[in-house]
């Protein structure tokens, strides 16, 4: 075959989740972008809560899709910071993450309800199978950052999370987070 891509290298701070040279546009996304996703409205719209830093290859099946992301500690109203979330366009999609940094956890659910919350720390790997939706949130008091990696036609589908949102809600309690059933939730 001829080879569509050149081999490339680069340098990931497995503490602050920084690749160098930087490869791709970050995408930040603030308490004004997870408007919809939150129970409540943002309080401080302009605040960040997370960037994606992307190692960019083209979008096709045969290439790996890498990124790291850094999520920011903080809440609005109870919940903990959180990304979007999102199941993969091309359902059956797989992804797996790698935990560098801070205290997570990755709150996974399937089109027909079925959900599981799984921690997210230094060291741990965690297999998100295809047709499972997640979403990784920050239940510590530093930034979470991890390393995922995902088939590189899987795509996002953002648009029915923002609808029927996830099963649980991962909220501040006063004994640490509390996972708690989604009023809103709608399969
Ligand atoms: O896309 P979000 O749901 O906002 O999550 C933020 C990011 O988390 C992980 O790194 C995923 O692999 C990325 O694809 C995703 O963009």
């Known amino acids: 075959m001829d080879p569509k891509l050149d081999p490339f290298t680069t340098l990931l701070d497995l503490k602050l989740g920084t690749f160098d040279p930087e490869r791709g546009p970050v995408q930040v996304r603030t308490q004004e972008d997870l408007r919809g996703f939150f129970q409540a409205d943002p309080p401080r719209p302009d605040e960040l809560v997370y960037r994606v830093m992307p190692v960019p290859v083209p979008t096709e099946n045969s290439e790996i899709q890498c990124s790291t992301t850094v999520l920011e500690p903080g809440t609005v109203g109870d919940e903990y910071y959180m990304t979007k979330g999102h199941f993969h366009a091309v359902r059956d999609r797989s992804e797996i993450y ?90």
């Open 98 to 187: 790698i935990g560098l940094a801070g205290e997570g956890c990755l709150v996974l659910a399937t089109e027909d309800g079925r959900h599981r919350v799984e921690p997210i720390r230094e060291g741990m790997v965690n297999y998100v199978p295809g047709g499972w939706a997640h979403r990784s949130v920050n239940v510590g008091d530093e930034p979470l950052v991890f390393f995922a990696a995902y088939v590189g036609d899987a795509g996002h589908d953002y648009a029915t999370i923002e609808r029927d949102g996830f099963p649980v809600l991962v909220c501040r309690g006063d004994d640490g987070p509390v996972v708690t059933d989604n009023p809103h939730y709608r399969p």
